[in-house]
């Protein structure tokens, strides 16, 4: 490996491209100055670097190793937008001992995860890589706080570019090909130069963005793991993809669009038996049923429930009771849990409306594997409620509730969603989608049905980072893993789950790729997992995306 890299600092390094133009904005404007400045400050700084070089043969781990032998003047690392602003954008990269609006991407930090989704290689590793392919205009300094972005070359060229730099290279080579995992295939990088993968570890593989996907938020796979359906609520649609196997990739299939019924529509769910779909669209307080095909994965509207008397308005969640003939709607006007019977002809037949104020902001509900409970979340009043439900009748009626800020509980404001284990042992909770704690909670089911507070993880505290807005939240079938979604933080985290106290530790964190290439996160909102749990698929909500994971399984 040392070997190609001495070759990419020599001979590559003086790779050349065509000179992009200097600075457009109107001489003597502020942002010219400005500009201008902050390309003499860089200046300084590449010679500083290269002075390090010449005594140490490499170049230095951080920018403050360059303070104060070969950079006297500190101030030199501050932009002047960062003096009259405040502001610093590095993308993640941080030197342990000054701060600096400079990000120097031959540093010794990990990619970071807001650089291609993160990689065990160093930045120094990845940007040799890099440089090995397209040469010395590989940048070592970068300012974000211009447009368009300054930058100087390992090569010492001072260039202008977008953010995404690889993009001056397209002609050349596929920007996919410069990420950190195409590059440590391409250089049979040794597998041992990365850390070892856990069961449950998950690989950025691709995205998918579609027009029919505005505002993309449900998610869900088929049994048999064939088909994956998603909802859209601006696009007032559900969208239908196959799905191959072997890559995870989507191929699509079909887009019903209705805005009458599907405007607003947040959740998708299918029946255990594959021959339903239930959509909920909040909107028109509309429950969508749809019939499926089950050899196509086509969907046909057969019936829906609507704003009525007896029916829901405001539907945000809509599910399939397992191993049963019911469907449970939130509807928050009036505040209820409604039930449904799915006929044998395929009809929503109304049950019951149960109606208390504890579901008047209720976001999220879901079930114990055998159907006797059911768990429902109010954000706006910070409760988590567990309700019982007859099997015959399907009627339920509310056996606890449990709020914030009382008997030790101080994590559910803002709570957004809950998951049930996949033996009924515990309770998860996310909270901070809309606003109040940025959290997990961990709750232990009882015999008699109740459930009981075991630990709760903030944000920046108890092990849990990157994790703002918490909300969507999705365990594998062995209960071995569990991830989850900050929305606000456009961020995937990964869990090791211990089945026996169900305790978590954090393992694994995906941001927002903004430079294209890495997963699209922006308003991360939707997970769904394949039955064989070899892929994960997560909806961003702002950028219409459906962006792929490889799992590791055994």
């Known amino acids: 490996m040392k070997v190609w890299i001495l070759l990419a600092l020599t001979a590559l390094a003086h790779r050349q491209v065509p000179a992009q133009n200097p600075p457009s904005a109107a001489a003597g404007s502020l942002a010219a100055r400005e500009a201008e400045t902050c390309s003499r400050n860089l200046k300084i700084i590449y010679e500083s670097i290269q002075a390090y070089r010449k005594d140490h043969k490499e170049v230095p781990n951080w920018l403050s190793d360059l303070v104060p032998k070969y950079l006297a003047d500190s101030a030199v690392l501050t932009c002047p937008v960062t003096t009259r602003t405040g502001r610093t954008q590095t993308h993640g990269l941080s030197d342990p001992k000054v701060t600096a609006s400079y990000a120097f991407d031959f540093c010794a930090q990990e990619v970071p995860p807001e650089l291609w989704g993160g990689s065990p290689l160093s930045m120094r590793q990845f940007k040799n890589l890099q440089m090995a392919v397209v040469g010395g205009d590989t940048p070592i300094l970068r300012c974000y706080l211009h447009t368009p972005t300054l930058n100087v070359g390992f090569n010492g060229k001072s260039y202008e570019s977008e953010r995404v730099w690889e993009n001056r290279f397209k002609q050349v080579v596929p920007l996919r090909d410069l990420s950190p995992r195409r590059l440590v295939e391409r250089f ?24 029919d996907l505005r505002s993309v938020v449900g998610i869900a796979v088929s049994p048999d793991g064939k088909f994956v359906y998603a909802v859209a609520y601006n696009a007032a649609s559900v969208v239908v993809f ?12 079909q887009t019903i669009s209705d805005r009458r019924l599907l405007q607003g529509a947040v959740r998708i769910r299918l029946s255990s038996d594959g021959r339903h779909a239930v959509a909920a669209s909040f909107i028109p307080g509309s429950v969508p049923l749809f019939e499926r095909n089950v050899a196509t994965g086509r969907l046909e509207l057969v019936n829906a429930a609507t704003d009525g008397v007896e029916g829901p308005n405001l539907v945000i969640r809509a599910d399939f009771c397992p191993n049963s003939p019911f469907i449970y709607a939130i509807a928050s006007t009036p505040a209820a849990v409604v039930a449904f019977h799915l006929t044998p002809e395929g009809k929503l037949q109304f049950v019951e409306s149960n109606q208390d104020q504890c579901f008047a902001d209720a976001r999220s509900l879901t079930f114990s594997p055998d159907g006797r409970s ?10 988590l409620a567990v309700l019982e439900r007859e099997e015959q009748t399907g009627k339920t009626k509310l056996k606890q509730l449990i709020a914030d800020e009382k008997d030790g509980v101080h994590g559910l404001d803002g709570v957004s969603q809950v998951k049930c284990s996949p033996d009924g042992k515990f309770l998860y909770v996310s909270a901070g989608r809309q606003k109040g704690d940025n959290a997990i909670g961990i709750y232990r089911t009882n015999p008699n049905g109740t459930v009981a507070l075991v630990k709760e993880l903030f944000n920046d505290r108890d092990g849990l980072t990157r994790f703002e807005g918490g909300n969507e939240l999705i365990l594998t079938s062995d209960g071995l893993n569990l991830y989850a979604l900050g929305t606000r933080s456009s961020s995937l985290l990964g869990f090791q789950r211990h089945p026996e106290t169900g305790a978590l530790t954090q393992d694994q964190t995906f941001v927002h790729d903004r430079y294209g290439a890495g997963p699209v996160l922006s308003g991360a909102s939707g997970l769904a997992l394949t039955p064989d749990g070899r892929h994960l698929y997560v909806t961003a909500e702002l950028s219409q995306t459906i962006s792929i994971f490889n799992r590791r399984v055994r």
């Open 242 to 253: 196959a799905r191959d196997e072997i890559t995870g990739r989507l191929t699509h299939l």
């Open 188 to 211: 049979a990088i040794p597998r041992a130069d990365q850390p070892a993968r856990a069961e449950g570890h998950l690989e950025f593989i691709g995205s998918l963005a579609r027009e």
């Open 374 to 383: 059911i768990y429902v979340i109010n954000p706006g009043a910070g409760t």
